[in-house]
């Protein structure tokens, strides 16, 4: 699939951990440096697997690069994509979520701010009644936390508002990097236990970080 999809003559490692734990429905912190193919960990099971996936991007110029350059360029995946940001009119919002809810869209992404949007989250409610909505995917997760630099209030209680709408996808949540505070943070807000999956928890941290790992379980904020 990773070859017919992206061109991959294999997939790697951490790729293989976090596609087997998100397609077997289980959420994950996922920890991996950046150019390394984070983003096919959400996109691959997104366009095989049933359902919608909503991935939530900080900055719209980083949801604009990863579509443009990474959906359609690069895998040619912009019939079964679109975004929903400040700069796209109310009414092509409104088109595109309608849209969404028809089945024509495997993802969309959207800046956090528009998760806080009522007509947003009902469309998401009547996608999930009607054909799902599988998987919520957090690009530079580092972002949702309040011990980092980037921290904005629109991503608290991201998932508690989903929920409230009836929407209860599984987690995929990247960064190339999060400081213990951090990564703490993160699965405190997102609902994931802090520690490694070798430990039982929801977290994967790439070989190249392990020398972290010890940092990751026992701190204690």
């Known amino acids: 699939i990773g070859y017919r999809l992206f061109g991959f003559a294999q997939m790697r490692d951490f790729q293989h951990r976090i596609l087997e734990r998100v397609m ?119 972002c949702i936390s309040q011990w980092g630099h980037d921290f904005r209030p629109s991503y608290l209680n991201l998932v508690r508002r989903l929920r409230d709408y009836g929407v209860n996808p599984v987690r995929i ?9 951090v990564r703490r943070d993160v699965c405190e807000e997102l609902g994931l236990k802090p520690e490694i999956l070798e430990e039982g928890g929801d977290v994967y941290v790439e070989s190249s970080n392990r020398p972290e790992l010890n940092l990751i379980v026992r701190v204690h904020p």
């Not at 960990?41 to 350059?69: E, H, K, N, R």
């Not at 949540?173 to 505070?181: D, V």
């Open 24 to 142: 077997t429905g289980r959420s994950i912190l996922g920890i991996a440096a950046t150019g390394s193919g984070k983003s096919e960990c959400f996109i691959l099971p997104a366009i095989v697997l049933s359902g919608a996936t909503a991935v939530v991007s900080p900055l719209i110029s980083l949801m604009m690069d990863q579509y443009d350059q990474r959906i359609c360029e690069r895998y040619g995946l912009d019939h079964l994509a679109t975004y929903i940001n400040g700069e796209v009119k109310f009414e092509e919002r409104q088109a595109r979520l309608r849209r969404l809810e028809l089945g024509y869209y495997k993802l969309v992404y959207f800046t956090p701010e528009q998760l806080e949007r009522g007509y947003v989250l009902d469309s998401l409610r009547r996608t999930n009644l009607h054909r799902g909505v599988r998987y919520l995917a957090m690009d530079e997760a580092h």
């Open 173 to 181: 949540a990247l960064t190339a990097t999060a400081s213990p505070y």
